[in-house]
């Protein structure tokens, strides 16, 4: 941003009635005279326009860390009318919130930005951009059953996840095949890691 700024100064010389004829008369009204034309131009010059440029600022940030398969999103706020964002992956935008949709491992990085306001003042920014990756799931495989048959366990990796079913039929790590009831059911183990990212695996389990 630029201001202008206005600078006056009065200035005042005093002229003497009576003229002086003598040697030191006259440089005594030459020097005056001179003092005066500075003085003039010592006022056009301060009441001239005086242009400051305002320091200008702007700061990146994002939402990370994020998981993979996340919306990652890049915020800019300062003084910026434009904006250039560059980033791992060939990432390049000029909006001033820019997204990636959905987010992969290989976002991972630092992300520049570049804001210029409406003055030309230009005011650069990074951010540090963490993308973890999310766990790996397994889950079974499993044989068909009969519906007599006794509950069987169910088998998912890495421990501590969670069962759900698209029926009846699973009791905290088993599947009861006398609960569900002929057909195909649908298992699903999903795990939730420290970074709090999550995977699911669905398997099938046939009872007879």
Known sequence: MKTNMIVSRQVSVIWTN?????????????TARLIYAISLLLVISLTSPITLDAQCSVAAASNSPICVQDVLMLTATGSGSSWM??????????????IVDPAVFANNGT???????MSGCTATSSVDVIINRNPQVTNGPYMPVCENNPPINLIGTP?????????????GNTFDPSISGPGIHNVTYSFTDGNNCTSAVQEQIVVN
């Open 18 to 30: 009576t003229p002086d004829t003598s040697l030191s008369g006259v440089i005594k009204q030459m």
């Open 85 to 98: 964002w560059s980033g791992p992956n060939g990432f390049m935008s000029s909006d001033q919130n820019p």
């Open 111 to 117: 992300y520049n930005l570049t804001a210029t306001d």
């Open 159 to 171: 421990l501590g996840g969670i069962w759900t079913g698209s029926g009846s039929g699973i009791v």
